[in-house]
């Protein structure tokens, strides 16, 4: 990547709905330039796509949490394919420390949360232990390229 890439990357961070002439237009390249660019970013897995960056409590889903979950040993990948077929599962990583999985959910209200942990986490026969941790206020940080990275 070099510092165009950089650029493109940057801006369709904050807007991934820019045209493909403004984006040529701001970083000075031409516009079939910027589509190649754009295009091979895509192909190599830099860009893994483009969405919407939701206010989940206007969006319905006014109830967050990050729960966290103790598994068997090995387990990981069954149990992936189980957390990513949960209505609200946003974020899923296997992680080091005291628990072994961290999933992040939106969901309608705490009632729906708790069906959620006590009736479809708690089920799973490989999830060992939850913990919920209820989430008060959120700011969305999206991750930007800075300057410096390569």
Known sequence: MDPIDRDILRILQTDGRASIRSVADRVH????????RINRLIDDGVIRGFSARVNHERAGQGASAYIT?????????????????LPGAAHIALVSGDFDVLLLVH????????????????????????????????????????????
């Open 29 to 36: 390249v031409s516009r079939a330039n910027a589509y190649a």
């Open 69 to 85: 979950l103790k598994i068997v040993q090995n387990s990981w990948r069954t149990v992936r394919e189980q957390l990513r077929a």
């Open 107 to 150: 969901t309608p209200d705490n009632r729906t949360l708790r069906e959620l942990v006590l009736t479809r986490l708690q089920a799973i026969p490989e999830v060992l232990s939850t913990r919920t941790l209820l989430v008060f206020e959120e700011t969305d940080l999206s991750r930007r390229i800075s300057p410096d990275e390569a």
